[in-house]
């Protein structure tokens, strides 16, 4: 292995005065690819070292199951790997049993060569075999000594005849741009292996616009119109990222403020060309209209809409950095209506799903515009769509929603993201008397796709939730799926021929009723944040029975990764009924601080839940529901480095348990403390562990985490503490990066259920809410 290091550093020197640019603002170096061999760990965290700054780039794992690191090396610290294969050869550790020093790491390795482009592909599938065929790229490059990296890369790339995308993303230590080159091109630009670290192809988008006829209902309109009373202006929000909206609808003219209607690219015109966009601002503000056109009472609307559009005609055949464009999107709103605190972000563009479930640019940079890593921004809520079958796939349903896996952006930490269900079922349309229903009532839409078949289930709960998507019919003659008018959901659209109304549905339909059910929330209560309104949609969602019986025979897992968490009610997140008991908690929390040692866990938070102690005994053995739902935003830190305990793509975590009923509270805390430094290794389930729905190795996945505990109201009356818990993340495990004395957010939704009906957990609760404190 001594003999490969010095080799490599030999040829690296003959590269080195071939390629490199003579630059005194850049670090010179070569970039290693390791390999591990088959069947064993590499251990890449070992690799990097920050004091001689050779640097850990990317780690990717090939078909056959070897892991392979790019590592960046500057000149003159080759010698810290020879040294590391030397102490192995003649030092021995510490310890009973004593092993040579490094052995995990070097007995890891099989291979050391210079890397080549293909050595940073960090993408799914395989590196594009055209080398001479341009394409669009996502360069990730390592941003030590950013803005240097962007302008000598721009320039170095320019000079060549490469088209460099203006769109820039940072995230911690990483900067992606997009560029316009074949491979050779890419190998062509001097010192790029300097500063690389990952190459992906950037997508295309594979959003479906449905081309449905339109149902002439023009004469109920103006009918409605006269009923509706429209928000006040500085009512929550729907900000629709989409094609555009056509404002001059009458449906949607007095709701949406015609400065609040914008466009990401200042070139392009804020309507919809498309109507896509003016299709789920009618879903977004009204729901399905078809009710709303039945109905003669007055509706009293209580939130807006505004648009950015991010996607214009011919923009799907070169794929913009939508990660950029994104958040582009929500702050140009955010400067145009600044008093708006209460805007939900639906976004129904999504890209190809290739990416089951890893981090993505675009998933990323939603991740961090949700989590306000700008001090100067605002927490916002973004609602996405998980992505649609194609009309041919839909005729395998159910069977190929189960492998279609969720569409970027949708693998989102920190966003909702809405599959698709649906209830309807009823048709009057002539001459479909013998077509077949895909969907039976209650399960899973034909055009929803799911996460079940992500591989590494350690990445978070897709869908969150599901909402009505609209329904399809079998053809009997031919076996292919086929949309029809009653089976989708009626909404608005401005055509050139004067038709007002259309049909719509899929996940953009479902994404926009979910950003709906948020706004309708926010209008109730203002003052919550977007964290607590995204607990409060997932805490009320439930299984409808179809959704059982779909997935009847497997693991819980299964039914969270098809469904989420369910359906949610509004009534339920709303108000408490006399009959169930809800607490909302708001609060901040440090995780972590930093010791003149390491850095470690800080903050636990423990709140006393004022249970009815009494009106629990009275119920004694019967059964009652705890339900708890965390939630909270994550920093994110997406570049691909093997997602170990150092690298991990969120800031931290967050975690709650509850005491148990013979807990004393001191016991309460030391088994916290355990189960936290427990978590990189797993839960393990015990006995109390059993009375949770999911578990807590379940739930714990993401950054929304729900369960209920289901057990005596005797038992409920002990346990009468909640915990919340940080767990750890790269504020914690790279402490030089200065984000370890971070504060972050969460909220806390807990209620108590039970069926009696004739028992009133609300007044005593509300009666000792004011005592419910931070422990």
């Not at 170096?29 to 251990?43: C, H, Q």
């Not at 839940?609 to 004694?620: F, H, I, K, R, T």
Request: charged share 25%; aromatic share 8%; proline share 4%.
């Amino acid at each position: 292995m001594i003999r490969q290091i010095k080799s490599i550093e030999a040829a690296g020197e003959e590269v080195n005065d071939k390629q490199n640019v003579d630059r005194t603002d850049a670090i010179r170096g070569k970039v290693l690819e390791f390999s591990g061999a088959v069947g064993f760990d590499l251990k890449s965290d070992s690799l990097g070292y920050r004091t001689s700054r050779i640097e850990l780039r990317s780690v990717r794992r090939d078909e056959d199951g070897r892991i392979h690191a790019t590592v960046f090396v500057p000149d003159g610290q080759m010698g810290f790997f020879i040294k590391r294969c030397e102490q192995y050869a003649t030092e021995l550790g510490s310890g009973k049993k004593p092993r040579p020093r490094h052995q995990d790491l070097i007995e890891g390795i099989s291979q050391i060569r210079l890397a080549s482009l293909k050595s940073f592909w960090s993408d799914a599938g395989s590196f594009p075999a055209e080398e001479d065929i341009e394409y669009w790229w996502e360069l990730w490059l390592s941003s030590e000594n950013e803005p240097e990296v962007a302008s000598l890369f721009q320039a170095d790339a320019r000079s060549l005849g490469i088209t460099v995308a203006t769109e820039k993303l940072r995230f911690p230590e990483r900067m992606v741009v997009l560029a316009r080159a074949s491979a050779n091109q890419l190998k062509s630009i001097p010192n790029l292996f300097e500063h690389l670290a990952e190459v992906r192809l950037a997508k295309l988008l594979s959003s479906e616009l449905l081309e449905l006829p339109a149902v002439d209902q023009a004469e109920y309109i103006d009918e409605a119109l006269e009923r509706i009373t429209v928000a006040v202006p500085a009512s929550p929000s729907v900000c629709h990222l989409d094609t555009g909206v056509n404002r001059a609808h009458p449906l949607l003219q007095q709701s949406i403020d015609e400065n609040h209607v914008l466009t990401v690219n200042p070139s392009w015109s804020a309507s919809d060309r498309v109507g896509h966009g003016t299709e789920m601002a009618g879903i977004a503000l009204y729901g399905c209209l078809t009710e709303v056109l039945n109905q003669t009472h007055v509706i009293s609307l209580s939130h807006r809409i505004e648009s950015v559009k991010i996607m214009g005609l011919g923009t799907t055949s070169d794929p913009a950095l939508w990660g950029a464009m994104t958040q582009q999107a929500a702050n140009r709103i955010a400067i145009a209506s600044p008093e708006n605190n209460c805007r939900s972000f639906c976004l129904t563009v999504t890209a190809q799903a290739r990416d089951e479930g890893y981090p993505s640019s675009w998933s990323a940079a939603i991740d961090q515009s949700a989590a306000a890593m700008d001090e100067e921004s605002s927490h916002r809520l973004f609602i996405i769509s998980a992505g649609n079958l194609s009309i041919e796939q839909r005729r395998e349903y159910p069977d190929r929603n189960f492998v279609e896996g969720i569409e970027d952006p949708g693998q989102s930490w920190n966003a909702i993201t809405v599959g698709g269900y649906t209830e309807k079922q009823s048709i009057r349309q002539s001459g479909l008397e013998e077509w077949e229903r895909l969907a039976v009532g209650g399960s899973l839409s034909p055009a929803s796709r799911t996460s079940r078949i992500w591989e590494d289930k350690s990445w978070p709960i897709k869908p969150e939730i599901v909402m009505e998507a609209g329904n399809m019919l079998r053809n009997p003659t031919t076996g292919d799926a086929d949309f029809a008018d009653d089976l989708s959901l009626l909404t608005t659209r401005l055509d050139h021929n004067g038709s007002l109304l259309t049909t719509t549905g899929d996940t953009s339909a479902a994404a926009a009723l979910a950003s709906r059910f948020a706004a309708r929330l926010w209008a109730e209560y203002p003052r919550l944040w977007p964290e607590t309104i995204r607990a409060l949609i997932v805490h009320s969602a439930t299984w409808t029975e179809a959704m059982h019986q779909m997935v009847q025979g497997t693991s819980r897992e299964t039914l969270l990764r098809t469904f989420g968490y369910g359906v949610p009610n509004f009534d339920s997140a709303s108000r408490s009924a006399n009959h169930s008991a809800t607490m909302i908690i708001e609060s901040q929390i440090q995780p972590f601080v930093k010791t003149t040692a390491r850095v470690k866990t800080k903050d636990m938070h423990f709140h006393r839940l004022p249970w009815p102690s009494e009106v629990l005994a009275d119920l004694g053995e019967s059964e009652v529901r705890l339900k708890i739902t965390l939630s909270y935003f994550i920093q994110p830190s997406p570049g691909r480095r093997g997602w170990t305990k150092k690298h991990r793509y969120q800031s931290h975590g967050l975690r709650f348990d509850v005491k148990r009923p013979a807990d004393t509270d001191e016991e309460f805390r030391k088994r916290l403390t355990a189960s936290a430094r427990e978590e990189d290794e797993g839960y393990q389930s015990d006995r109390d562990d059993r009375k949770w729905v999911m578990g807590r190795n379940l739930r714990c996945k993401g950054s929304v985490h729900s369960d209920t505990w289901i057990g005596t109201a005797a038992d409920l009356a002990a346990a009468n503490l909640v915990a919340v818990v940080p767990v750890t993340g790269w504020w914690k495990e790279r402490p030089h990066l200065g984000y370890h004395d971070s504060e972050t957010r969460y909220a806390l939704i807990i209620s108590i259920e039970t069926d009696d009906v004739q028992t009133d957990l609300y007044t005593p609760i509300e009666n000792a809410i004011a005592i419910s404190t931070i422990i």
